[in-house]
């Protein structure tokens, strides 16, 4: 059945909302919201504020684009609104969408299922950081539900450590330290519960931080990634595994490394990634012949087949 523009009905692209995200958000939900435009939805952007429930309602909206990042629109809180409107929306559901969001509990998960991880300590206050130290230096630091690099830091001493921790738990009440994996990184994207070409990330920064992914024009995105075939699909066998894990659906993106062995780890998984001009999972649609409003409009057609 061919969709047509009217069968989306009234489209809202929610977008800011009032996390550390907002800008990435205002960026990439304005060239979606235009993408809609382009081909004939009725769609209207949104700038989230804690009416958004009420104000869906009262201008009777149909379907809407999500496209918020953070805490608040990518962790299942909005989620769950949306649920109880009963106003269907693009990308994955409560339980995913939280689980995503929760780098903690998204490895746990990954280990039990046998999926490869890098060694980690989830640090709640400065009593444990000598847990973390005994991973070796040198480690990453993250809060573990930021995205977008927030609050990340790369430490080689005990110093840094602590300094860096103080300043993610300044994001969050919980801080993961993870092993420091000195390889390449990798990013594929999920579209309709296939993975997208692999693409390899290079920055001249110590790692792929905010900086890198938003504003920096040194970094370079390499799809083909650069592996042969075997490589290749055993890094998208293994973010397809890791995305279907959290329940993850629609579309996404999951972040690995590979070690000098070539050994893969997985990173996180993104539930609603950005759409901005330096964004990722645009890239990938591109390797397989989808430009941006065709992405766009795959995404939200989604909407409609999922029950």
């Known amino acids: 059945m061919t ?3 009217s069968d989306f009905g009234k489209v809202a692209v929610l977008m800011g909302g009032w996390s550390a995200e907002r800008e990435v958000s205002l960026d990439g939900g304005g060239a979606v ?5 382009r081909q004939g939805v009725d769609a209207h952007g949104i700038d989230v504020g804690k009416d958004v429930l009420e104000r869906l309602v009262n201008e009777g909206f149909d379907r809407v684009f999500l496209l918020l990042h953070g805490r ?3 962790d299942g809180v909005i989620q769950g609104g949306l649920e109880i409107l009963g106003l269907p929306y693009t990308g994955s559901r409560v339980a995913a969408s939280a689980l995503g969001m929760d780098k903690y509990r998204s490895k746990l998960l990954w280990s039990a299922l046998g999926l490869p991880i890098p060694d980690y300590v989830l640090i709640r206050d400065s ?4 847990d ?8 990453m630091v993250k809060p573990v539900h930021e995205g ?4 990340m830091a790369k430490v080689g001493d005990a110093e840094q450590l602590r300094a860096a921790w103080e300043k993610a738990a300044g994001y969050d009440t919980e801080v993961m330290v993870e092993r420091w994996i000195k390889g390449n990184e990798y990013t594929v994207a999920i579209l309709a519960d296939e993975a997208l070409p692999v693409i390899r990330l290079e920055t001249p920064h110590e790692f792929y931080d905010y900086d890198a992914k938003y504003r920096a024009d040194s970094t370079r995105y390499h799809c083909p990634a650069g592996l042969d075939e075997g490589g290749e699909q055993a890094l998208r066998d293994l973010a397809l595994r890791a995305f279907r894990a959290v329940g993850a659906t629609g579309w996404g993106r999951v972040d690995l490394m590979t070690d000098r062995s070539g050994q893969p780890f997985l990173l996180e998984v993104n539930t609603a990634p950005g759409m901005t001009s330096h964004s990722l999972v645009p890239m990938a649609a591109r390797a397989c012949g989808l430009d941006f ?3 766009v409009w795959r995404i939200l057609e989604l909407s409609l087949e999922r029950p």
């Open 3 to 5: 969709v047509k523009a």
């Open 293 to 295: 409003d065709q992405l």
């Open 72 to 74: 608040g629109g990518e």
């Open 127 to 130: 009593a444990q950081l000598p």
């Open 148 to 151: 977008s690099s927030i609050g």
């Open 33 to 37: 919201l235009a993408a809609l435009l």
């Open 132 to 139: 973390a130290e005994a991973l070796g230096f040198p480690l």
